[in-house]
């Protein structure tokens, strides 16, 4: 469960490490093609602005539909694993009051075979 818990941690931390890298270096492009551009094109700029902002949002949407399915099969995972420890502690359970019961079972037939020994000492 925690060795889980690390990879998935690990795994967020990299892909946030890795889009704000690429978010970066995507607005350090688009700045300097824009300090180059005169304000006679500021259409072109706009345009340009329009573009770099719809790329960084699909990619930083991409990463979000990918954490979300992710976080979705490591639930499907715990939910899985918690069932199948509720089937454990069941069956040791069974297994426990069975164990009980037969404990009792031979301690009575010990009192009994320890009576009838003393009986015919007598």
């Known amino acids: ?19 704000e890298d690429e978010l970066r ?21 706009a345009k340009s602005l329009g573009t770099m902002l719809d790329r960084v949002a699909g990619s930083s949407l991409q990463e979000i539909d990918r954490l ?17 420890v509720q089937r454990e502690l ?3 359970a069974h297994l426990s009051q069975s164990s009980l019961q037969s ?7 010990l009192a009994h075979w320890k009576n009838v020994a003393e009986q015919r000492r007598v």
């Open 1 to 19: 469960m925690t060795a889980i818990k690390s990879t998935v941690l690990a795994d967020v931390q990299r892909g946030e490490q890795g889009l």
């Open 25 to 45: 270096d995507s607005v350090r492009s688009e700045v300097a093609t824009l300090r180059r551009v005169s304000d006679s094109e500021s259409e072109v700029v």
């Open 90 to 92: 069941a069956d040791y």
């Open 68 to 84: 979300v399915s992710e976080l979705q099969s490591i639930r499907d995972l715990l939910e899985t694993e918690g069932e199948r």
């Open 103 to 109: 404990t009792k079972i031979i301690a009575e037939s």
